[in-house]
């Protein structure tokens, strides 16, 4: 498996991308991209969990249970959500997709819809429509980079990735773009991540691989706590190497290597997180289950005396027992033992059966200064363990988020 | 029942408080109380439902088990929560408990104790010892005041409150202090809450009260979402007035009147809570149950993007709904309502029917302007409604939790 921390969704064979600047971001940067694919497309989405959600992703749900083996293309906006906005909001989601299908001569089911920015807002139909075209008129096999800008909203740099794995029968790419969870501006709360392969996969496949990779990645970051409207991670696949991933080793070749490449994205998402100064590794070990394990990792990572403790460099144990306390999973507490560390090396023992280490306080703020560390909890009952990644929680992210939207 | 706002824990008949200044805190403020009454009393309690709990708590648990008709005392002190603290500190808070019981003349098991502070560190008890015979030497029946003074940890202010309710036997009487979840020092996070009542009230009728008056009060509220190790609420009644509230109308005045008094503090609680510029009442109605409507409130009240759209008196109805909707809570978007105000006269719809109406937006902005506002989601799901009380997210919580604890 080769990283390549330059790839994007451009990188496996047989894909391409345009974008257009529409005017709907006020910033006159790009805010319009269309994702496509020389060949029919196997296709597999995962949407939010929260039940209020934007137009687009009500269409894309319907359009992935009728055709979930010929999508050809994803079109994606960003400055506005397209989030309750109601009858209107849908008939405008419908509209992108028909007027996607028709720069690119396919049937409107073979498109997939995206949107992220503010929510309660209408979609400028007109600057959309021309934005289209423009990116169909320029699409292009290097075009994965400007994609990731184009879907940027609050986002300080575009977030990309691929990975390539060799296999007996040759090498396929996955290649990925996201767009963070950053809510500079006050209505987004967006995580977008398009993905591509040339791999051959089945659609069962790509849907079991995906939802591994998710819960292994996008599932185990968090900002602040709050679940966007929009949330959307697609996997197109286009066979356009020829070689399967359908079974056996190669199967498994690229579910490893997908979870590898959502991952990174994830983390690349937190570290552009608003206000984020610091990466915190939170490992929860010594669970009864991966789910408990997740619960307490959970509730220590939103914890906004956690979170804000992070940002004064402040190892102050108490609020991270407290959180995981406070996450209605059952452990006993005299078991619990808790390690901070920048890197192996400078592990620390905090607390050793749930009451103070004798340790060096200075060196704990250290590590606690670092702009990347962890903090491992054991809560000594049992054999599960997760990690989670999350932020500092900054006077920045409040100013950031109690700006006006204007 | 005539509500008395400079009342306290000494307005009911047969209290007396006691205050020391032991020298916890480092601001040379008092920091030891002792609340003696003269009669034996019948007390209830309730507590965190962190796991993870202060000595106190445990130690007040087992009290309450053995002894719940002849408790005489509760000495609290602040500036050190003696949480996370081992076997040393259950040690401590029997210590404290005998040495309370050594200065009043009673037994152990007739006192509770309640500590609120910093986590994770011991409790200086010679310290302790002189204050409590200082505290117990200065008992007297005007002391409510200097009590809720010398229980205050990060609070700007002592709160108290007290009610009297007329009764066709007589008046009785109900007091109370508090502190509250105000964080400004980084590990402190306590809500305690000491109220007493000089009624006739078996233990069994005085739990239910008690249980009554906090799911309708403290557990409405909500600064920043985290539950501290050690929150507490106690209620001890000595029966001086000689005037039952057994049974009947009396029974319903009492609980009333308790309801009354713990929601008047609940809501000090909140308007003094970290950083809080704005009081808001989270108001959910139309939902299937009062527990659903409850959930959702809560999910808008503890929501860092609403609180920060409250700080910036912004309103940004799309964060409103995108909190209902993250709650769990089933309900038709679609029929969603969503009205603000600041009273009843200035209320102002912003969505119906899951969208926006078409409001003057510098009006919803001056609304949201005010020190003390509501928000009124109607979920057209049902005919359960709720009210929680929450405040907004400010630089300055970031700021005063983010402050190196030393």
């Not at 994007?8 to 269309?34: R, Y």
């Not at 028709?102 to 949107?115: E, G």
């Amino acid at each position: 498996m080769r990283l390549d921390f330059d790839g994007t969704v451009t990188s496996p064979q047989g894909f391409q991308v345009g974008t257009a600047t529409c005017g709907i971001k006020t910033s006159g940067n790009s805010d319009l991209m269309l994702l496509h694919s020389t060949h029919n497309c196997n296709t597999a989405g995962m949407f939010t969990t929260n039940q209020v959600v934007g137009a687009p992703v009500t269409l894309d749900r319907e359009t992935l249970e009728v055709n979930s083996t010929t999508i050809r293309a994803i079109v994606a906006n960003s400055g506005i959500a397209n989030a309750c906005t109601g009858k209107q909001g849908l008939k405008n989601a419908i509209a992108m997709q028909n007027l996607a299908s028709k720069s690119l001569y396919c049937d409107p089911k073979q498109v997939l819809v995206l949107s992220t920015g503010v929510i309660g807002v209408q979609l400028p139909m007109e600057k959309i429509d021309k934005g289209i075209s423009t990116a169909a008129s320029n699409l292009n096999l290097e075009g994965g980079y400007a994609g990731a800008e184009a879907i940027m909203t609050t986002d300080t740099n575009p977030k990309l990735f691929a990975v390539e794995i060799k296999l007996p029968t040759g090498t396929v790419t996955i290649g990925g773009i996201a767009k963070g969870a950053g809510m500079v501006h006050p209505n987004m709360a967006t995580m977008l991540a398009c993905i591509t392969t040339d791999a051959e996969v089945p659609v069962s496949i790509l849907r079991k691989s995906l939802r591994t990779a998710v819960n292994k990645s996008f599932n185990r970051i968090s900002i602040d706590g709050d679940t966007s409207t929009s949330d959307s991670v697609l996997i197109m696949a286009n066979s356009a190497s020829g070689i399967s991933c359908a079974q056996g080793e190669s199967r498994k070749a690229f579910t490893t290597a997908l979870t590898c490449l959502a991952t990174n994205l994830a983390k690349q998402i937190v570290k552009d997180g608003e206000g984020v100064n610091k990466f915190v590794t939170v490992h929860v070990s010594g669970a009864a289950s991966i789910k408990a394990a997740h619960v307490v990792a959970n509730s220590i990572a939103t914890s906004p005396l956690v979170k804000t403790a992070f940002a004064g460099s402040d190892p102050n144990w108490g609020r991270i027992l407290a959180a995981a306390g406070k996450s209605g999973i059952h452990f006993d507490l005299s078991e619990t033992q808790l390690w901070i560390g920048s890197r192996i090396e400078d592990e620390l023992q905090l607390v050793k059966k749930a009451t103070s280490c004798d340790y060096d306080e200075d060196i704990a703020q250290q590590i606690f200064s670092q702009p990347e560390f962890y903090v491992h909890l054991d809560l000594g009952n049992g054999t599960s363990e997760i990690s989670v990644w999350t932020g500092d929680l900054t006077e920045e992210y409040v100013r950031i988020n109690s700006d006006y939207r204007t």
